[in-house]
């Protein structure tokens, strides 16, 4: 919105305010992308965590 007391943006400077915005929300998604990734390998690392050491306590349960 604009200010009634200065004049109205013209449409270069509308571009390019929506230029940088999308640019903006591009490298936010990215970076998140990134998060989500690693946040994925750590919860498949915990994953094979959690079924090693079910096998561990199966093997132990076998022997009591």
Not at 37 to 51: C, D, E, G, H, L
């Amino acid at each position: 919105m604009t200010n009634p007391r200065q004049p109205p943006l013209t449409v270069e400077k509308r571009l390019t305010r929506l230029e940088t915005l999308f640019s903006n929300v591009g490298e936010t998604v990215l970076a998140q992308s990134d998060v989500i990734a690693a946040m994925s390998a750590s919860i498949q690392q915990t994953n094979q965590n959690v079924r090693a050491q079910s096998d561990v306590i199966r093997m132990m349960s076998l022997l009591l």
